[in-house]
Antibody, heavy 118, light 106 residues
Framework: QVQLQESGPGLVKPSETLSLTCTVS??????????WAWIRQTPGKGLEWIGS???????YYNASLKTRVTISVDTSKNEFSLNLSSVTAADTAVYYC??????????WGQGSLVSVSS | EIVLTQSPATLSLSPGERATLSCRAS??????LAWYQQKPGQAPRLIIY???NRATGIPARFSGSGYGTDFTLTISSLEPEDFAVYYC????????FGGGTRVEIK
């Protein structure tokens, strides 16, 4: 059974870049027709899809975040990553990585709380 | 962007009762709707996809229905572990989630 684990700083300063990595175990980011996704959750806005990437590196992003988001995949390390630039307090959230099949999120990481504060 | 509106915000029921949760889309999403269950401190878990298909390992007491703009998640007889927050998500036009319905113990 595939498992996903987010890692990265829990605190980021305003205007800086938030960077998270999702390590996949029990499966390969190179296998099948899955996409690999980032989703965040805040008390105010609820669940928000950030973007997704295929094993070949094809990406698609939420239009509201597109100018600030980059998602990449490293098949040699079996992981994928999220960069979100120019963060503000509104980007404080629990960030989840997930495996996406047919555009549904069928396996999730446990989540990583990232706070934006000086 | 397709907006998903879930109702009610909170449902107070007792174990053994039937739960009926609603998700309404601002425009048609065909049958491309999923339901997730989230318990405190945990990630969401996929329970229904494409409106009516149960995900792997999901008990038969969970069922989904609907098409177009109106969808329902039904839990036929609530078990103690079913008290949680439920979210709908559409994939017809990008990917968006509803605001959630909390099912709490009465």
């Amino acid at each position: 059974q595939v498992q996903l684990q987010e890692s990265g700083p829990g605190l980021v300063k305003p205007s800086e870049t938030l960077s998270l990595t999702c390590t996949v175990s029990g499966g390969s980011v190179s296998s099948g027709t899955y996409y690999w996704a980032w989703i965040r959750q805040t008390p105010g806005k609820g669940l928000e899809w950030i973007g997704s990437i295929s094993k070949s590196g094809s990406t698609y992003y939420n239009a509201s975040l597109k100018t600030r988001v980059t998602i990449s995949v490293d098949t040699s390390k079996n992981e994928f990553s999220l960069n979100l630039s120019s963060v503000t307090a509104a980007d404080t959230a629990v960030y989840y990585c997930a495996r996406q099949e047919m555009s549904y999120f069928e396996s999730w990481g446990q989540g990583s709380l990232v706070s934006v504060s000086s | 962007e397709i907006v998903l509106t879930q109702s009610p915000a909170t449902l107070s029921l007792s174990p053994g009762e039937r739960a009926t949760l609603s998700c309404r889309a601002s425009q048609s999403v065909s049958s491309y709707l999923a339901w997730y269950q989230q318990k405190p401190g945990q990630a969401p878990r996929l329970i229904i996809y494409d409106a009516s298909n149960r995900a792997t390992g999901i008990p038969a007491r969970f069922s989904g229905s609907g098409y177009g703009t109106d969808f329902t998640l039904t839990i036929s007889s609530l078990e103690p572990e079913d008290f949680a927050v439920y979210y709908c998500q559409q994939r017809n036009n990008w990917l968006t989630f509803g605001g959630g319905t909390r099912v709490e113990i009465k």
